[in-house]
């Protein structure tokens, strides 16, 4: 089993599939939805993340595609500048899944990638711009 993170771009005719279903229930995958942004008769946009063998993850993602979809490989990372971060906690409310700690011990920020699923919400609320998004290039 492998897991792949991608983000799916929909034009406006496929808004209404129902993609995550297919993946599936056709397919046996394991989906965890990370972002999504849809507007039906519009566009939309889902980060994914998919979990399952190799062969049916291509099937799959190649079947996604003849819907008109585009799959990207997500190259998105969130990244903590150390640097600039002063510990002020401002951050940890604004934090959906708890990516953010401090350390009792130490009173230091810290990040957990595992639970991260790329809001930004972290980013507006910090005063040091200690939080931001980076993109790979992949």
Not at 63 to 86: K, N, S
Request: charged share 25%; hydrophobic share 40%.
């Amino acid at each position: 089993m492998i897991t792949r993170k991608v983000t799916l771009r929909f034009p406006p005719e496929a808004v209404e599939e129902p993609v995550t279903y297919r993946l599936v229930k056709d397919y046996g995958l394991m989906v965890n939805i990370l972002r999504a942004s849809i507007h039906p008769g519009k566009k939309g946009r889902l980060a994914l993340s998919i979990t399952g063998d190799q062969a049916d993850l291509d099937t799959a993602l190649a079947y996604v595609q003849t819907l008109g979809i585009e799959v990207e490989p997500m190259a998105e990372d969130i990244r903590r500048i150390e640097e600039r971060c002063t510990s002020c906690t401002a951050c940890i409310p604004a934090c959906p899944t708890h990516a953010l700690d401090v350390d009792r011990v130490t009173w230091q920020v810290s990040l957990d990638k595992d639970k991260c699923v790329l809001c930004g919400s972290c980013i507006p609320v910090c005063a040091y711009k200690a939080m931001e998004i980076t993109y790979d290039g992949s």
